[in-house]
């Protein structure tokens, strides 16, 4: 029994008797079966595995702690009525927020935080972390860790671009076939039905093929693939806010449908529109992460987090995790977008009801 | 009973026309090329010989309806013409890769329908509690990684460190069954994660809607034992919602498929399909493009005529 072993018990049984002592009982239930779970996995898997478990538990930790500081940061930062509803947040949306926020600065200081170019070959392929480089080289010897910050901007930005582009497309159709209605409602609702039973990586597959992995390509398939969705959601939204009598006033005033769309049916339908925003990025990123991991995104030597775990792929076969690392943050990003846009949902369903 | 199979034949004929389209879809995008495919396939340095040559070989001087009607006559009969790049019928070289893709998505379905669907149904009934909270974190995050992610971190872990699983699986003809399960189970497993995530969270959203209508409330306050509030009243209404996850996961799964095969370097249609975007082989492309969409239309078909056919109140008219 080493050192570690005999304090990693003692912290548990003490955290749950305390949960205990204080009647929590969601904790005191969490923590002790967790100390019983830990027997087994201490008899089966040894020190490695309970040095695992806890290694996790503080990883969760300081997660759960950053995200707690960064909810209080903002309320205090933000206008007391934003910062009310913040409160209310769930630790799980705080550290989306969080991780959103990060993003976002990288992204945006990317040339001042990475130490070296983009394309920059400083070592030899391959060669291992140093006081230099963070991370390692890549497999042309770039610095990997100047490359995932620039890759912030890359990625990010393509999906970003081609979200706000299917968006636009599926947003603008939608209001306006359920402001028009009649034919041009029901072609509409046809067409987004066809787009959407081809399966959506293969339709990009299909588009990349015959225009050739440009940017602007990829951006123009994206939309097309996505708006359907965007359409479909937006239809039903609004068809909800046609129907009301402020409607109706306000078409027998006589105003056009360009006032209708802007003034009286977009702000009513806003809130489960930015909701489905951020679901569709988490789509389109996924999918462009995927093309790109297959060679068709953004084209070498730009820094792009898929093709970058396509290029390095081979290390994993050394059990060296770097390839691993901007797959990680493809799905950290998402998860982040994700825990946030479920806050959001269960919101807007909460006001609903 | 009429009523049923109006409604099916109804649903299967809509399926036939999305696939009509979607093969038109198919066949004119590549219409849409800079040039023709001649042009594409032989380059910049080709000679009007050449591609006068290669243009009568595929019959590019027919006028594309007629072109149309022809690939989809031979579309129908198995028959997708010849490979531009290598010369051979794409038919012989998709064929045995479908065959593994389709094995590779059954396997991974049989170990994830029922695990999802257990698991599901068990999240629902202790909704909001921690165990819950901590499955609804946990399929958050797979769902958002990207399928090659999982794929490494396994490879990473169960191939490399501890070697229990090969992490390239190459498949032979003489391999036993056994063998053939334990080489494609790294593939099988990462769709597996990502589908099981996505099933739980769908069924759990079923069985929860189900349980919050009043005649579930009705059967519980009088007495009911909730086994049977379960088993009785609410299992009749939730097949329908069940089918359509399952047809609809599976559904996915074939499209997920692609990237899978391609960490795994799994001998399928997907890294077919890949391989040939990138060698702009458009009858390639195009047979593989149709497959898929047939597949995803076909199962999508099997939720919706699941769904009716399960429905109580369609099957005892009043």
């Known amino acids: 029994m080493s050192v570690f072993v005999v304090l990693y018990f003692a912290c548990l049984i003490i955290a749950s008797c305390l949960a205990a002592f204080y009647e929590k009982r969601g904790p005191f239930i969490l923590l002790f079966s967790l100390t019983l779970i830990s027997f087994i996995l201490g008899i089966v898997g040894g020190t490695g595995a309970l040095r695992f478990v806890a290694i996790a538990a503080a990883v969760l930790a300081f997660a759960a702690g950053v995200a707690f500081c960064f909810r209080e940061f903002l309320v205090v930062l933000l206008p007391t009525k934003i910062g009310k509803e913040l409160k209310t947040a769930p630790l799980t949306a705080a550290f989306g927020l969080f991780v959103i926020f990060t993003y976002a600065i990288a992204a945006i200081f990317a040339p001042w935080i990475a130490p070296y170019g983009e394309s920059e070959v400083i070592a030899s392929s391959f060669a291992p972390a140093d006081e230099n480089m963070l991370l390692g080289a890549d497999q042309l010897g770039r610095d990997m860790f100047s490359r995932i910050i620039y890759g912030a901007r890359n990625s990010v930005g393509l999906a970003l671009a081609a979200t706000i582009a299917a968006f636009f497309l599926g947003a603008a159709a939608g209001l306006l076939a359920a402001t028009k209605g009649g034919w041009f409602d029901q072609f509409m609702g046809r067409f987004a039905d066809v787009i959407m039973s081809i399966p959506s990586l293969i339709f990009a597959l299909l588009m990349l093929s015959i225009f050739g992995p440009q940017v602007f390509v990829i951006i123009v398939a994206v939309a097309i693939i996505y708006a359907p969705r965007v359409f479909r959601l937006t239809r039903a939204v609004a068809g909800n806010v046609v129907v009301m009598d402020y409607i109706e006033a306000a078409k027998l005033r006589g105003e056009k449908d360009s006032y209708l769309i802007r003034r009286e049916i977009l702000p009513n339908s806003t809130a489960p529109l930015i909701a489905e925003f951020g679901l569709e990025f988490c789509f389109v990123f996924l999918l462009v992460a995927g093309l790109s991991f297959l060679g068709l995104g953004i084209q070498p030597p730009t820094a792009d987090w898929g093709s970058m775990v396509r290029e390095n792929a081979t290390l994993i076969s050394f059990g060296d995790i770097t390839p691993l690392i901007p797959a990680a943050a493809i799905a950290l990003l998402t998860v982040a977008v994700n825990f946030v846009v479920d806050w959001m949902l269960f919101r807007s369903s909460g006001l609903k009801e | ?318």
């Open chain 2, 1 to 318: 009973m009429g009523d049923i199979l109006g409604l099916v034949l109804k649903r299967l004929g809509f399926g036939l026309i999305t696939l009509l389209i979607i093969s038109i879809i198919i066949f004119f995008m590549v219409e849409l090329l800079p040039g023709d495919i001649a042009e594409a396939v032989l380059g910049q340095g080709a000679t009007p010989e050449n591609l006068a040559a290669l243009r009568e070989e595929m019959g590019l001087n027919k006028p594309a309806f007629v072109r149309y009607f022809e690939w989809l006559g031979g579309a129908v009969v198995g028959d997708f013409g010849n490979s531009v790049v290598s010369g051979e019928r794409v038919s012989t070289l998709i064929t045995e890769r479908f065959i593994n893709t389709l094995f590779l998505a059954a396997y991974a379905a049989v170990i994830a329908v029922p695990f999802a669907i257990t698991l599901g149904v068990i999240v629902a009934l202790l909704r909001n509690t921690l165990f819950d909270r901590v499955a609804n974190v946990l399929t958050l995050t797979s769902i958002s990684s990207p399928e090659f992610f999982l794929g490494y971190i396994l490879i990473l872990y169960l191939s490399v460190k501890t070697g229990m699983f090969p992490a390239i699986s190459s498949l032979r003809a003489d391999m036993s069954f056994a063998d053939l399960l334990h080489r494609t189970f790294l593939p099988a497993l990462t769709l597996v994660l990502v589908v099981t995530a996505h099933m739980m969270r769908m069924t759990r959203a079923a069985i929860i809607n189900l349980l919050a209508s009043p005649y579930i409330e009705m059967a519980r306050l009088k007495g009911t034992p909730p086994w049977k509030v379960i088993v009785k009243h609410a299992l009749p209404n939730a097949w329908a919602p069940i089918i359509n996850v399952i047809a609809l996961n599976l559904a996915y799964l074939i499209t997920g498929v692609v990237l899978v095969e391609v960490v795994f370097v799994y001998p399928g249609i997907g890294q077919a399909l890949v391989d040939a975007v990138s060698k702009r082989d458009f009858p390639i492309v195009q047979a593989c493009c149709l497959i898929f969409a047939a597949t995803f239309i076909l199962l999508n078909l099997a939720a919706d005529v699941g769904a009716i056919l399960t429905n109580p109140r369609l099957r005892h008219p009043k």
